[in-house]
């Protein structure tokens, strides 16, 4: 069997279950399912796992019936698919170049993170949904002064942190030994 065969099989199943609801009913019932199960069995709020089980079935069951929940749900997850893959590229890379002593890492890690969060919650329409349609436009306009607004709110963290730094790590309280 040659490869190319292989792979448009292959395709041709996933085109199929495609079809048959899979992605966008089958698997976003079972992540609902599984979630809601999850919270109510953790907060433990019913003592029968029954009615945790049924109510989390029957949350699932509504939350598919909206086609724009499940639709959320398959362009969330494939651009949170495509920013782990490029988080996973940028942690190889950092990996090269910072040293893990410093933990500069992690901060980087951190900023680059929350913002592949945002590029992934943009991407899947959320904004729009949350905002209004002319959110994006209203973005592409301010962007520079939330650019700015960042970077200075960062400024002030780092010296605020840095200034802490120095007067836990300096003195004793003025008294000479």
Do not use: C
């Not at 599984?34 to 989390?56: D, M, R």
């Not at 996973?88 to 913002?115: H, R």
């Not at 959110?135 to 200075?152: C, E, G, R, T």
């Amino acid at each position: 069997m040659d490869s190319i065969g292989f792979i448009g099989g292959f395709r041709d199943v996933v085109t199929q279950m495609g079809q048959f609801g899979v992605f966008d009913v089958l698997l976003p019932l079972v992540f609902v399912f599984t979630l809601v199960f999850a919270i109510l069995e953790k907060i433990n709020i019913f003592q029968n796992k029954g009615v945790s089980l049924v109510l989390s079935l029957i949350i699932a069951f509504f939350t598919i019936s909206n086609a724009y929940i499940s639709g959320f749900f398959m362009y969330l997850f494939s651009n949170l698919g495509l920013g782990i893959a490029i988080l996973l590229v940028l942690v190889i890379l950092l990996g090269f170049g910072l040293n893990e002593q410093t933990g500069a890492w992690k901060y980087i890690f951190g900023i680059v993170g929350g913002a592949l969060f945002l590029v992934v919650l943009g991407r899947s329409g959320t904004f729009s949904m949350l905002f209004g349609p002319n959110f994006s436009f209203w973005l592409q306009q301010n962007a520079a002064w939330i650019i700015m607004i960042l970077v200075v709110g960062l400024a002030i963290v780092g010296v605020y942190l840095a200034v802490g730094r120095t007067n836990t790590a300096g003195g004793h309280g003025g008294g000479h030994p």
